[in-house]
């Protein structure tokens, strides 16, 4: 009788989301080789070995490691996935930019290694919170402007997701039409002065690899006008806890957005 294959049994995670994933779903065990970014779970720094960064990857040591599967993220690893597929490897590389497509990225990960049920049980959890949170947001007597920045020079604004969970928080994004450009490149906000213009009243930061200073945000030429450098409404959240497409968005990174607003809300009401 054929045997029905229980998936991949040693996968390679060349980005945090799939092991933050794997872990939640008590598979970390399948696990070879991490990226040498992950922070989520803390653990897995000391238990796995650190094989790639972000836009690179040590391929010898990967392929040291015999993976039955790796996982990578985005066009921006795509180098890195042909040089393994051209080395024999079986690569999945997810392309995720909203929260419906974190949503299904999380589920097709858990079906790949067996455990559907278990996964869906957990993505219901977290999409039951997010409407909490939805509902919450929808009942606030103003809704505050936001400017998400990812990168300050040049400035970056919110990727889909962000700007998707600071709406769904109680916030609306200041660049929304932005935010369907999947690139940073075009997410670009060449001219700082239109910031200003569009006046937001709480400013984010989450610069990835570096960090935020709500001091130097503030000293920035014109920004005394704004509404949030007036009423110190600058605030840092971790890109790990956001600017990463799985679980640490859905969680963490909302709950963040959503106690700033909140708080915003309490004394701007």
């Excluded at 060349?14 to 990226?35: F, M, N, Q, V």
């Excluded at 509902?135 to 505050?144: E, F, K, M, S, T």
Aim: hydrophobic share 45%; with cysteine; net charge neutral.
């Amino acid at each position: 009788m054929l045997a029905i294959p229980r998936g991949p049994q040693r996968i390679v995670c060349l980005t945090e989301e799939a092991t933050e994933w794997l872990y939640l779903l008590g598979e970390e065990g399948r696990i070879a080789g991490i990226s040498g970014y992950t922070v989520r779970p803390r653990r897995a720094r000391q238990e796995k070995p650190k094989v790639s960064a972000f836009l690179s990857a040590k391929i010898d040591k990967i392929l040291e490691l015999r993976p039955d599967c790796v996982f990578g993220f985005s066009d921006l690893q795509a180098d890195i996935a042909a040089e393994l597929v051209r080395k024999g490897v079986q690569v999945t590389i997810f392309n995720q930019r909203s929260v419906e497509e974190i949503f299904a990225m999380l589920y097709q990960v858990a079906a790949m290694v067996g455990r559907a049920g278990d996964g869906l049980e957990l993505l219901e959890g977290m999409r039951a919170r997010l409407l909490e949170i939805e509902a919450a947001g929808r009942a606030l007597p103003r809704r505050p402007r936001v400017f998400f920045e990812e990168w300050d020079q040049p400035h970056i604004s919110a990727i889909r997701w962000v700007s998707q969970l600071v709406g769904i928080a109680g916030g609306d994004d200041v660049f929304p039409e932005l935010a369907v450009q999947p690139m940073g490149k075009d997410r670009i906000i060449a001219d700082g002065a239109e910031i200003v213009r569009r006046n937001p009243d709480i400013v984010i930061g989450s610069w990835c690899g570096k960090k935020f200073r709500a001091e130097a945000v503030a000293a920035r030429p014109g920004w005394q006008a704004v509404n949030a450098v007036q009423g110190g409404q600058l605030f840092e959240i971790k890109s790990a806890d956001i600017l990463q497409p799985g679980p640490a968005a859905l969680t963490d990174g909302v709950e963040q957005l959503h106690r700033i607003i909140l708080d915003w809300s309490a004394a701007h009401g």
